[in-house]
């Protein structure tokens, strides 16, 4: 049992290079949802999709792109890294808005 | 600026003893969320609220949510080395996304 998978764990990019981060579900959610977390900062939403063809803006979306390629799956895309993309980057699903959400286990992101 | 204020930041107590941890808001949820974070994991919940003046137990965790729905508290009971770790309270609004807190980190001496 699975639940929600993201690949890769680790990845060290240059900056400027574009990189796409992976994430997918099998518990057939229909939401899903992309944050960031920083030291002292919690969590932050970088952008959602309620629903399989729905995407929307987060707290923090500036410099990332995301697609909801099928209900189980919705990556996140860096177009052109930058040192202040360094975080750890989480991806979760619920079966509908504010229902308690499942997380991945991270993907640990390094620009320099 | 946080939507949910979570304190302290830290917290490290030796075993046996007991603690508090706060989440409040000036806004109000529908619901309110804490999370269990231990290091190179992802976050996992540990209880939902959604009444106010709710108080649920889970073990020696207990759980309340303010009457009026903006502010939240966790208590653990004789505090194990296995309850080290971040905590994080969320709050549901009125759409599909969760306000987190910054997150209490807790570390539990032997």
């Known amino acids: 049992n699975a639940g929600v998978t993201q690949t890769p764990k680790f990845q060290v990019l240059k900056t400027g290079q574009s990189m796409t981060l992976q994430c997918a579900q099998d518990m057939n959610h229909n939401s899903m949802y992309w944050y960031r977390q920083d030291p002292g900062m919690g969590l932050r939403l970088i952008y959602y999709s309620a629903s399989e063809g729905t995407t929307d803006k987060g707290e923090v979306p500036n410099g990332y792109n995301v697609s909801r390629l099928n209900k189980r799956e919705f990556s996140l895309r860096l177009e052109s890294a930058a040192p202040s993309q360094t975080s750890v980057y989480f991806c979760a699903s619920s079966d509908r808005g504010r229902q308690p959400q499942h997380f991945g286990d991270g993907t640990r992101l390094s620009i320099l | 600026t946080q939507l949910l204020e979570q304190s302290p930041q830290f917290l490290s107590i030796q075993e046996g003893e007991n603690l508090t941890v706060y989440c409040n808001s000036s806004s109000v949820f529908s619901s309110l969320q804490w999370y269990r974070q231990e290091p190179g994991e992802g976050p996992v919940l540990l209880v939902t609220v959604v009444t106010g003046g709710e108080v649920k137990k889970l073990k020696r965790l207990t759980f309340q949510f303010g009457d009026a729905r903006k502010d939240s508290s966790l208590h653990i009971t004789a505090a194990q080395p296995g309850d080290t770790g971040l905590y994080l309270c969320?709050?549901?609004?009125?759409?599909?996304?969760?306000?987190f807190g910054a997150g209490t980190t807790v570390t539990v001496r032997a």
């Open positions: 969320a709050g549901a609004g009125g759409d599909y996304k969760l306000s």
